[in-house]
């Protein structure tokens, strides 16, 4: 089994930055894809960036390219940088780990969840 936890959020002005951190414990011997996405209210969960279990690869929704960047510093904890925060950017942020390889968009491909993280952007 795989713990997944966010940390990093808060409140923030619009066109600022915040930075998320993503650690997975347990069996984290084995290699997993990361992934972010993010829930708005009254929203569905949707797709926000994912990368490779590598590190070399990684996805961005179109809404995120060019402001968020993901990496991982290693197996088992990832990051997701912020920047030119808008609004709209407004949501709970969650992080998931999946047992495949590759790059991984599809919610129903991760296995493991976070509780998510609050960010909240100001106009």
């Known amino acids: 089994q795989v713990q997944v936890e966010e940390s990093g959020g808060g409140l923030v002005q619009a066109g600022g930055s915040l930075r998320l951190s993503c650690a997975a414990s347990?069996?984290?011997?084995?290699?997993?894809?990361m992934g972010w996405f993010r829930q708005a209210p009254g929203k569905e969960r949707e797709f926000v960036a994912a990368i490779s279990w590598r590190g070399g690869l990684t996805y961005y929704a179109d809404s995120v390219k060019g402001r968020f960047t993901i990496s991982r510093d290693d197996r088992s904890t990832v990051h997701l940088q912020m920047n030119s925060l808008k609004p709209e950017d407004t949501a709970v942020y969650y992080c998931a780990a999946s047992r495949l390889p590759g790059l991984v968009a599809a919610s129903r491909q991760y296995d493991y969840w976070g509780q998510g993280a609050q960010v909240t952007v100001s106009a």
């Open positions: 347990g069996r984290t011997s084995s290699s997993y894809a």
